[in-house]
Every structure is written in structure tokens, then in C-alpha cells.
């Protein structure tokens, strides 16, 4: 803000002194100002009618001045090229006097580091493509496109960018010299997810300038201080991963606001450097120049919709720091866009502002003196418990007699239910009512899930599990309080060009397992358990599914979850499973696609390992001579026959033969010897529950009062779930009843 009122007053003064005293002042005053306006936006939205016909209606007026652009790109990420480090890529659209000395800033840069020039031509009616062609050269990709946009042209960019990292530079300005190895060095020395390097303006002749030096710091997992820094998109390097599932809005002013509010916030390490790296030309015939009477003016609000869409795309959290920068946009919005416009719009856009904010509002923010307010209605949570029951919005609306509609109003803190709706979602979704009433105290980043794609769970029940699975984290990190979980204990020698064979071997020998000359029957929950992988013993109990595993993190403390299937009990069948599974884990932290890494091949590379599986088959002739096998080795006859064929012992025609004879035997339900294994449970949780009952330290009643004031708030038969207890273990006097059913169907007299 400091910085472009400075840069006004210098274009209209000429005079640096003038503008540094003017700028000061007016900084101020200006800081005043908003104070003033934040006090009466808070105070003027406790008095405002922010109802449902009354967002709708100001949005109707909104979009007939300015109708919300299609602002939608589908990211399409080109593969890494290990002999480009950097994608360079320059949108232009009539700069015919400008393109030559910003193409020229950028091949004249001396650099150790590869980089590609991709020129996004936006539909250009002036002498731009002429200029740009007298360049062509290898390191330069030239692409021609209709006139969609600086967005456009950009996100087209990043769809054909073959470097890792990705610096985006206009048309009009020029790169300093050196600037891409300062850069460049100062990302990878420092691992850093984004590197901003500090400008000069000018307005016609670089060599006229003003200097604009930022302060040098490395700001590490700090987005209260990342956000503070320039929001343009120019000037930067960034790691192109950030923008994997994220494009510029297309066809709307105030683009940049993505990098603040949305890329700022998802970068762990940011570097701001006090090295000029490029020089921005000031364009005086800007958009500040005429925005407040433009309706394009109105771009800023649909901007920050879409700027709220992409932060929860990408799992960024409603937290204080977001909601000020949408707080600061709105007021900016309010009183500087649109000031100049009728005060119809004025007023709905003040409606639609408000709303946002609503909706995006820590439930920090709403006290009453010291004391958070009980009865404020948190829709996320209701979202959260539908999802946990498995239940669709129309299935709960018939359930609930409740209008889908209105269900997804409350599930986006449009507006609260009522009391009878409240009691009628808990009732159905079987959670108590404090429930909805209380806040996410746990924060539990999904950063993944990994569905067996034998599964025949429907869409909705896999979602199911998904939230099941956090909640269960939830529970390990109250116990982490009292009992010391293993940490993830995996070999650290584990590379991408490892074979099969290797990386289980690395996995058997880091874990102490058997070698070639004594395998060993196994447990392998028993086994994967110590090493820290969290086995999920919940009965899933229903017929089809799968093992899944999910990848979890809270405050970067990354643990793989995995929920058995409904074939826990059978040993063979869940040490099968639980090995694919853990190929899955290998695959994700060596960060190698699925498609790239078979884990039935490292399933049976890690269960039967060569020499010994080689050593303890005598024949190979009928399946009987495979059920002999799965007496000693603890897995299934399938793969069994699969892992003789994989190693040549019988051929591709043996193979079928016995596949097919297995299928015909019904063993693909049911195997000898699957009962003839003995299980041994570890189930952590409860191990843990048990440890804290026998010692004394809680009861089942000051246990369940614990894990609500954590915000744990379910009733005892589905902790009991969870935690793999018997059920009743957990009832007490003070809860065996304490779920009231309200009859809402009963017709009034």
C-alpha cells in the first residue's frame, strides 16, 4: 500500500523528497482511516439484515452491472524437464515498444542455471509478434492465442512450463542483470518455496529510476509475515509445484490477488531479497487510474470468491491470517474500488461483503467478553458428520424432512437452523448436539488418501472412512499426552531407481525381518505397528471393501493411517493387504506415481523374499502344493502362484491353469488354512485406553469429559468403535442415556 501510493506521487510530482514526505503523511492518515472503517464495518454488519433473500437479491444487482466472469482454467501441468531448471514466462499483448528491451533483459542474463523464455502472444493487434519472431531461438517457446486476458496468457504459461521453478516477468519491464542466478541461488540454497527480490520503477527510461528496496530475510513457516510481503505476481521465482492445482482468474481484474492470499499461505519457506531484480514500468494509464467508476471495479469481489474456492481446493484453513486479508480486500473493495458507483451497488456490494465474511470467519472472532458464545451454530462440523455417516445432502434432507438447500445453507454458515432443525440433524446423524456447537481444536491435513482399486465401497462410504480416519488421529493425539506412540521408523536409504527386489530388502533388513536363509512367519500389523504406521482395527463389516491408507499431518508431523478391510481377521489375507499398502507408503515418500509402481509386485518382493521363497518350494504342480507353502509363509495361495510365475518357477500357461482352478475351487472366498492362523491384534489405542483405565489416571467418565473439551465430541458406542473396544465399554450412568430422541414427525394438534 505504502509503496503504490509513493509511486503516485512520484509520477505526478517528479520529485523524490516531495513523494517520501507526502507518502508518509498520507500513509497515516490513511492507516487512521481504515481503523475507522473496520470499527464501522464490524459495527454496521451487527445491524444489517444478512438474510438469504437479501445475499441473493445483492447479488442479482451485482451481476447485472458486472456479471461474474468465467474465471475457471483447468491446471494442465506439463512433466519436469531435468534439462530446464526455470520457466520463464512473459505474457504480451500490444508492447511493440517495449517487447525488445524485456526479451533482451532476459537472454543477456549469465546464469549457471538452464532456463526456457515461453512468450504467451495474447492476441496481439499491433507490431508485438514481428518484434518477438526476430528472436526466435531454441530457449525460446513462442505460443499464439485469442485475446483472453494477462490470466490467460499466464496460466497458458504455466500449462507448457517444463522447469521446476517458474518466474513470471511483463512485457514491459526489464530483468536486472544477474538477477535469475541471485534468485535462483537464493531458492535452492535455502530449500525455499518462493524467492522476492526487490524493483525499481521507472516510467520511460530505465535509466530514470526509483529505487524500491525491500527488507532481506528468510521467513520460515511465518504466513502472518509472508503475507505481508508484495502481492504482485512479477519479481518472484516460485516453485512451480504451487501452482499445481491453481491458475490466475481469467477475464477479471485484480489477478494478483492470488499470490498473497492463496500462494503466500501455501509456501512453507519464503526468501525476500534486498538484490533489484527487475525494473517495473509504470503504466499511467493504469486500472487505479479509472477503477472506481468502472464496473470492472466489481472483479475485485468475484476475485476474492474465486481467491476462497482455491484456498479450500487446497486445504488452506479459515484462520485469522486469512480472514484479515479478506477483511482488508473487502474494505479496500468498499471504499476505494466502487466509491464512485450507484448507491444501489454500493449497498449490495456491502451485503455480498459481509456475507463473505460470514463465511469465512474464525469462530475466534465470535465473544461475548472472555467467553466464546455456546449457541453459534458451526456448519462445518455438520459437514463433517454428514460425511462421517455416509450420508448424501439428499439423502439427509429426506431423512430430516429438511430442504437440501437450506442443509447446504447451514453447512456453509450461511445462516443457522433453527432449534428444531439442529435437534433433528443430530438426532439423524447421531451426534450429540454440542457437537455443532463447538470448534475444530485438532486441525488434521489430508494430504492424501490411497483407495485399493479392488474396493466396491460406494463413492459416499469410501468419503466415510476418509473422516473416520481423522477422527481417529484425533484420539492418538489426546493419548499422545500420556503415552509414547512409535514414530515412523522407515530405512532412509530407500531412491527412486531401486528395484522391486531392493526396496523391500532395505525395508527387511532396516525392520531386523527374516533374511534369505531363515524367513519367518509374521504378523505384519503386529510388525508395522512398532515401526509407526497406524493400523486402523475399526470393523468395516462390510462386503467388498479394501484396505485404505491415508496420509495425515498435523503441525508437519506426517503419519500414514490405514484402515483394514472386511477381511481383517483372516491373517494371510491382511498381511497381503497390509503389504500393499505399505508399497503404497514406499511409493508416496519416494514420491513415484501408482502407475508407475506396482504394489503387488513389492507385496510379493517384501512377503516372499527370492532365495528363501526359492529354497521352500519343492513343487509346484497343483494348488495343494501352494496351500503346503501358505503354511509356512502366512500369505495367500493367489500369491503364492503369483510369485512362482514372477520368478519363472512355472510358466504364463501353469499360471493360468492354477489361477483359474483356484477360481473355480471358490478360494477366492475363502482359502484352507485361513482359520488356522492366529491373530494378535495391537490395536494402540486400545492398548492405550486400557493402559490409562488400569493405572488409574482416568475413568470412562473423566475420559469422555477430556475428549470433549478437546473437541472430540462423540457419543460413547462410536469412540468405542475407533479405539477397537467391546461395546459397552465405555457406557457409564452419566451417559448410557444420554441420547434423547425428539419425535418431529408427530403432527401438532
Same mark, same amino acid.
Given at each position: 500500500?505504502?509503496?503504490?501510493?509513493?509511486?503516485?506521487?512520484?509520477?505526478?510530482?517528479?520529485?523524490?523528497?516531495?513523494?517520501?514526505l507526502?507518502?508518509?503523511?498520507?500513509?497515516?492518515?490513511?492507516?487512521?482511516?481504515?481503523?475507522?472503517?473496520?470499527?464501522?464495518?464490524?459495527?454496521?454488519?451487527?445491524?444489517?439484515?444478512?438474510?438469504?433473500?437479501?445475499?441473493l437479491?445483492?447479488?442479482?444487482?451485482?451481476?447485472?452491472?458486472r456479471?461474474?466472469?468465467?474465471?475457471?482454467? #483447468?491446471?494442465?501441468?506439463?512433466?519436469?524437464?531435468?534439462?530446464?531448471?526455470?520457466?520463464?514466462?512473459?505474457?504480451?499483448?500490444?508492447?511493440?515498444?517495449?517487447?525488445?528491451?524485456?526479451?533482451l533483459?532476459?537472454?543477456?542474463?549469465?546464469?549457471?542455471?538452464?532456463?526456457?523464455?515461453i512468450?504467451?502472444?495474447?492476441? !496481439?493487434?499491433?507490431?508485438?509478434?514481428?518484434?518477438?519472431?526476430?528472436?526466435?531461438?531454441?530457449?525460446? *517457446?513462442?505460443?499464439?492465442?485469442?485475446?483472453?486476458?494477462?490470466?490467460?496468457?499466464?496460466?497458458?504459461?504455466?500449462?507448457? !512450463?517444463?522447469?521446476?521453478? *517458474?518466474?513470471?516477468?511483463?512485457?514491459?519491464?526489464?530483468?536486472?542483470?544477474?538477477?535469475?542466478?541471485?534468485?535462483?541461488?537464493?531458492?535452492?540454497?535455502?530449500?525455499?518455496?518462493?524467492?522476492?527480490?526487490?524493483?525499481?520503477?521507472?516510467?520511460?527510461?530505465?535509466?530514470?529510476? +526509483?529505487?524500491?528496496?525491500?527488507?532481506?530475510?528468510?521467513?520460515?513457516?511465518?504466513?502472518?509475515?509472508?503475507?505481508?510481503?508484495?502481492?504482485?505476481?512479477?519479481?518472484?521465482?516460485?516453485?512451480?509445484?504451487?501452482?499445481?492445482?491453481i491458475?490466475?482468474?481469467?477475464?477479471?481484474?485484480y489477478?494478483?490477488?492470488?499470490?498473497?492470499?492463496?500462494?503466500?499461505?501455501?509456501?512453507?519457506?519464503?526468501?525476500?531479497?534486498?538484490?533489484?531484480?527487475?525494473?517495473?514500468?509504470?503504466?499511467?494509464?493504469?486500472?487505479?487510474?479509472?477503477?472506481?467508476?468502472?464496473?470492472k471495479?466489481?472483479?475485485?469481489?468475484?476475485?476474492?470468491?474465486?481467491?476462497?474456492?482455491?484456498?479450500?481446493?487446497?486445504?488452506?484453513? @479459515?484462520?485469522?491470517?486469512?480472514?484479515?486479508?479478506?477483511?482488508?480486500?473487502?474494505?479496500?473493495?468498499?471504499?476505494?474500488?466502487?466509491?464512485?458507483? &450507484?448507491?444501489?451497488?454500493?449497498?449490495?456490494?456491502?451485503?455480498?461483503?459481509?456475507?463473505?465474511?460470514?463465511?469465512?470467519?474464525?469462530?475466534?472472532?465470535?465473544?461475548?467478553?472472555?467467553?466464546?458464545?455456546?449457541?453459534?451454530?458451526?456448519?462445518?462440523?455438520?459437514?463433517?458428520?454428514?460425511?462421517?455417516?455416509?450420508?448424501?445432502?439428499?439423502?439427509?434432507?429426506?431423512?430430516?424432512?429438511?430442504?437440501?438447500?437450506?442443509?447446504?445453507?447451514?453447512?456453509?454458515?450461511?445462516?443457522?437452523?433453527?432449534?428444531?432443525?439442529?435437534?433433528?440433524?443430530?438426532?439423524?446423524?447421531?451426534?450429540?448436539?454440542?457437537?455443532?456447537?463447538?470448534?475444530?481444536?485438532?486441525?488434521?491435513?489430508?494430504?492424501?488418501?490411497?483407495?485399493?482399486?479392488?474396493?466396491?465401497?460406494?463413492r459416499?462410504?469410501?468419503?466415510?472412512?476418509?473422516?473416520?480416519?481423522?477422527?481417529l488421529?484425533?484420539?492418538?493425539?489426546?493419548?499422545?499426552?500420556?503415552?509414547?506412540?512409535?514414530?515412523?521408523?522407515?530405512?532412509?536409504?530407500?531412491?527412486?531407481?531401486?528395484?522391486?527386489?531392493?526396496?523391500?530388502?532395505?525395508?527387511?533388513?532396516?525392520?531386523?525381518?527374516? &533374511?534369505?536363509?531363515?524367513?519367518?512367519?509374521?504378523?505384519?500389523?503386529?510388525?508395522?505397528?512398532?515401526?509407526?504406521?497406524?493400523?486402523?482395527?475399526?470393523?468395516?463389516?462390510?462386503?467388498?471393501?479394501?484396505?485404505?491408507?491415508?496420509?495425515?499431518?498435523?503441525?508437519?508431523?506426517?503419519?500414514?493411517?490405514?484402515a483394514?478391510g472386511?477381511?481383517?481377521?483372516? #491373517?494371510?489375507?491382511?498381511?497381503?493387504?497390509?503389504?500393499?499398502?505399505?508399497?503404497?507408503?514406499?511409493?508416496?515418500?519416494?514420491?513415484?506415481p501408482?502407475?508407475?509402481?506396482?504394489?503387488?509386485?513389492?507385496?510379493?518382493?517384501?512377503?516372499?523374499?527370492? +532365495?528363501?521363497f526359492?529354497?521352500?518350494?519343492?513343487?509346484?504342480?497343483?494348488l495343494?502344493?501352494?496351500?503346503?507353502?501358505?503354511?509356512?509363509?502366512?500369505?495367500p495361495?493367489?500369491?503364492?502362484?503369483y510369485? #512362482?510365475?514372477?520368478?519363472g518357477?512355472?510358466?504364463?500357461?501353469?499360471?493360468?491353469?492354477?489361477?483359474?482352478?483356484?477360481?473355480?475351487?471358490?478360494?477366492?472366498?475363502?482359502?484352507?488354512?485361513?482359520?488356522?492362523?492366529?491373530?494378535?491384534?495391537?490395536?494402540?489405542?486400545?492398548?492405550?485406553?486400557e493402559?490409562?483405565?488400569?493405572?488409574?489416571?482416568?475413568?470412562?467418565?473423566?475420559?469422555?469429559?477430556?475428549?470433549?473439551?478437546?473437541?472430540?465430541?462423540?457419543?460413547p458406542?462410536?469412540?468405542?468403535?475407533?479405539?477397537d473396544?467391546?461395546?459397552?465399554?465405555?457406557?457409564?450412568?452419566n451417559?448410557?442415556? @444420554?441420547?434423547?430422541?425428539?419425535?418431529?414427525?408427530?403432527?401438532?394438534?
Open positions: 500500500m505504502k509503496q503504490r501510493m509513493y509511486n503516485t506521487f512520484y509520477r505526478k510530482l517528479n520529485n523524490e523528497i516531495c513523494a517520501k507526502i507518502t508518509k503523511v498520507g500513509y497515516a492518515i490513511l492507516t487512521v482511516y481504515y481503523y475507522i472503517i473496520s470499527i464501522f464495518l464490524k459495527n454496521r454488519k451487527n445491524n444489517i439484515a444478512i438474510t438469504r433473500d437479501n445475499i437479491k445483492a447479488r442479482e444487482i451485482i451481476s447485472n452491472v456479471k461474474k466472469p468465467n474465471m475457471k482454467s #483447468a491446471p494442465i501441468n506439463r512433466s519436469e524437464d531435468k534439462n530446464v531448471q526455470l520457466s520463464v514466462i512473459i505474457p504480451a499483448y500490444n508492447v511493440e515498444d517495449y517487447i525488445e528491451d524485456c526479451l533483459s532476459v537472454l543477456k542474463q549469465k546464469t549457471r542455471y538452464s532456463y526456457e523464455i512468450i504467451v502472444n495474447d492476441g !496481439a493487434t499491433d507490431d508485438t509478434e514481428n518484434k518477438i519472431k526476430q528472436f526466435a531461438s531454441e530457449k525460446i *517457446v513462442y505460443i499464439k492465442q485469442p485475446n483472453r486476458g494477462l490470466s490467460s496468457a499466464r496460466n497458458r504459461g504455466l500449462d507448457v !512450463a517444463r522447469g521446476r521453478y *517458474v518466474l513470471f516477468v511483463d512485457s514491459d519491464d526489464v530483468m536486472c542483470d544477474g538477477a535469475i542466478e541471485t534468485m535462483m541461488n537464493a531458492i535452492l540454497e535455502n530449500n525455499a518455496d518462493v524467492v522476492v527480490g526487490s524493483f525499481y520503477m521507472f516510467t520511460i527510461e530505465p535509466s530514470a529510476r +526509483q529505487d524500491c528496496i525491500l527488507k532481506k530475510e528468510i521467513i520460515d513457516n511465518d504466513v502472518k509475515r509472508a503475507v505481508n510481503n508484495p502481492g504482485y505476481a512479477w519479481g518472484k521465482i516460485y516453485k512451480r509445484s504451487l501452482f499445481e492445482k491458475r490466475f482468474p481469467v477475464g477479471a481484474w489477478e494478483d490477488t492470488l499470490i498473497s492470499s492463496v500462494v503466500y499461505r501455501m509456501c512453507k519457506k519464503m526468501v525476500v531479497l534486498d538484490d533489484e531484480v527487475c525494473g517495473y514500468r509504470i503504466n499511467l494509464n493504469g486500472i487505479s487510474q479509472t477503477a472506481r467508476s468502472s464496473p471495479s466489481l472483479d475485485h469481489y468475484w476475485v476474492m470468491e474465486d481467491v476462497i474456492e482455491k484456498a479450500r481446493e487446497n486445504h488452506l484453513e @479459515n484462520d485469522d491470517v486469512f480472514y484479515e486479508i479478506v477483511f482488508n480486500h473487502m474494505s479496500t473493495f468498499l471504499y476505494r474500488r466502487i466509491s464512485l458507483m &450507484d448507491d444501489e451497488v454500493i449497498q449490495s456490494a456491502f451485503v455480498l461483503a459481509c456475507d463473505m465474511l460470514n463465511r469465512i470467519r474464525p469462530q475466534e472472532y465470535m465473544v461475548m467478553g472472555n467467553k466464546m458464545k455456546k449457541d453459534l451454530f458451526n456448519g462445518k462440523r455438520l459437514k463433517i458428520a454428514r460425511v462421517y455417516r455416509g450420508k448424501s445432502i439428499d439423502i439427509l434432507a429426506k431423512e430430516t424432512n429438511i430442504n437440501k438447500k437450506d442443509i447446504l445453507a447451514f453447512e456453509e454458515n450461511k445462516y443457522k437452523p433453527t432449534l428444531e432443525n439442529a435437534l433433528k440433524l443430530s438426532n439423524i446423524l447421531h451426534f450429540p448436539r454440542e457437537y455443532f456447537y463447538d470448534n475444530e481444536n485438532i486441525k488434521v491435513l489430508v494430504e492424501d488418501s490411497h483407495f485399493n482399486p479392488n474396493s466396491t465401497l460406494p459416499m462410504e469410501e468419503i466415510s472412512y476418509k473422516e473416520k480416519l481423522i477422527m488421529r484425533k484420539l492418538f493425539l489426546f493419548f499422545e499426552d500420556y503415552i509414547g506412540f512409535p514414530q515412523l521408523d522407515l530405512p532412509n536409504n530407500l531412491h527412486r531407481g531401486d528395484s522391486m527386489e531392493v526396496l523391500s530388502q532395505k525395508i527387511r533388513e532396516h525392520w531386523d525381518l527374516w &533374511d534369505d536363509e531363515k524367513p519367518t512367519p509374521l504378523n505384519l500389523g503386529d510388525i508395522m505397528t512398532a515401526k509407526g504406521i497406524i493400523i486402523s482395527y475399526m470393523n468395516v463389516n462390510r462386503r467388498g471393501a479394501s484396505p485404505f491408507t491415508q496420509k495425515q499431518s498435523v503441525d508437519k508431523n506426517t503419519k500414514y493411517v490405514i483394514l472386511g477381511d481383517k481377521n483372516i #491373517a494371510p489375507i491382511r498381511n497381503h493387504d497390509l503389504a500393499c499398502e505399505l508399497g503404497y507408503i514406499v511409493s508416496d515418500i519416494l514420491n513415484i501408482l502407475k508407475k509402481f506396482d504394489c503387488e509386485e513389492f507385496a510379493a518382493e517384501f512377503l516372499l523374499p527370492k +532365495q528363501a526359492l529354497n521352500s518350494i519343492q513343487e509346484a504342480n497343483e495343494e502344493d501352494f496351500v503346503n507353502l501358505k503354511a509356512k509363509w502366512a500369505v495361495v493367489s500369491l503364492l502362484v510369485r #512362482a510365475y514372477s520368478l518357477v512355472i510358466s504364463y500357461k501353469k499360471y493360468n491353469y492354477l489361477l483359474n482352478d483356484w477360481q473355480q475351487r471358490g478360494w477366492n472366498k475363502v482359502e484352507p488354512l485361513d482359520d488356522k492362523f492366529k491373530l494378535t491384534d495391537s490395536s494402540l489405542l486400545k492398548m492405550a485406553y493402559a490409562l483405565i488400569e493405572n488409574h489416571i482416568v475413568s470412562n467418565a473423566t475420559l469422555i469429559d477430556k475428549l470433549y473439551s478437546q473437541g472430540i465430541t462423540l457419543y458406542e462410536d469412540l468405542e468403535i475407533l479405539m473396544l467391546k461395546p459397552n465399554t465405555l457406557q457409564t450412568k451417559n448410557k442415556n @444420554n441420547v434423547k430422541k425428539v419425535d418431529f414427525k408427530r403432527k401438532r394438534a
